[in-house]
C-alpha cells in the first residue's frame, strides 16, 4: 500500500535490534485518515470471504481493526493483555510473546463475544514473528469459528512471522512489507 510505505518511510524510525518505531501514526499518535484507507485496502482484500467479525488486540490493532469493521459493517473485537476485574465470564485466552516489548501476554477474549460458526478476520499492527496473529488464530478456532483471513499492516519479511502464517494455512494480506532496516534504513519488499 503505496500511502502506508510513504508514511513509514516520512515518520519511520529504524532502531537498533530490528525495531521499527511508527509511533507517530500508528502506535502512540494515530494519522485516522490512513488508519481509514487501511482498513478499507483490509476490506477490499477480503470480501470476498464473507466476513462475520474482526478480531485485534489492544492496543494498536484496534484502530485499523475498527475502520476494516465498519467498512465490512460487522463488529470488531479486541483480545484485552490484562484480565481486567470486570472480567468474571469464560473467556478464551492464549499467551504470546511480543518481540517488540519482550514479555509474554496472555490475551483474553469472552466467549460470548466470539461466537462459534463465523468467519473472522484478524487485524494486527505488526508482523514479526507472528506470535500475536497465531494466538488470536488459536482462539478464534477454539471458539469454533473458522480464520477467514489475517490482515497486518506492517511486515517485518526478514523475520519469521510470514512464513509461519502461511505454513498453517492461512490466507495473509499485509500492507507495507519491510524487507530491511540495516543501518537505520527503511527498506520495502519487491512487489
Do not use: Q
Given at each position: 500500500m503505496e500511502l502506508l510505505e510513504k508514511k513509514i518511510q516520512e515518520e519511520g524510525?529504524?532502531?537498533?535490534?530490528?525495531v521499527l518505531k511508527v509511533d507517530s501514526f500508528l502506535n502512540h499518535q494515530i494519522?485516522?485518515?490512513l488508519s481509514l484507507a487501511m482498513g478499507r485496502e483490509f476490506a477490499?482484500?477480503?470480501?470476498?470471504?464473507?466476513i462475520d467479525r474482526v478480531l485485534t488486540v489492544e492496543a494498536s490493532g484496534i484502530a485499523i481493526g475498527v475502520m476494516a469493521a465498519l467498512e465490512l459493517n460487522v463488529p470488531l473485537v479486541f483480545a484485552r493483555k490484562k484480565k481486567?476485574?470486570?472480567?468474571?465470564?469464560?473467556?478464551?485466552?492464549?499467551?504470546?510473546?511480543?518481540?517488540?516489548?519482550?514479555?509474554?501476554?496472555e490475551i483474553i477474549v469472552l466467549q460470548k463475544?466470539?461466537?462459534?460458526?463465523?468467519?473472522?478476520?484478524?487485524?494486527?499492527?505488526?508482523?514479526?514473528?507472528g506470535e500475536a496473529a497465531l494466538g488470536m488464530a488459536r482462539i478464534v478456532e477454539e471458539a469454533g469459528?473458522?480464520?477467514?483471513?489475517i490482515g497486518i499492516a506492517i511486515e517485518k519479511a526478514f523475520q519469521p512471522g510470514h512464513q509461519r502464517i502461511v505454513d498453517k494455512g492461512y490466507h495473509l494480506e499485509t500492507l507495507a512489507s519491510i524487507a530491511s532496516l540495516v543501518g537505520g534504513k527503511i527498506t520495502f519488499t519487491e512487489k
Open positions: 524510525i529504524a532502531l537498533p535490534g530490528n494519522d485516522p485518515e477490499r482484500l477480503f470480501r470476498e470471504a464473507d481486567s476485574v470486570l472480567i468474571n465470564e469464560p473467556v478464551y485466552s492464549h499467551e504470546v510473546f511480543s518481540f517488540t516489548k519482550k514479555e509474554t501476554s463475544y466470539l461466537p462459534a460458526g463465523e468467519n473472522v478476520l484478524i487485524i494486527d499492527d505488526f508482523l514479526a514473528n469459528s473458522k480464520v477467514a483471513g
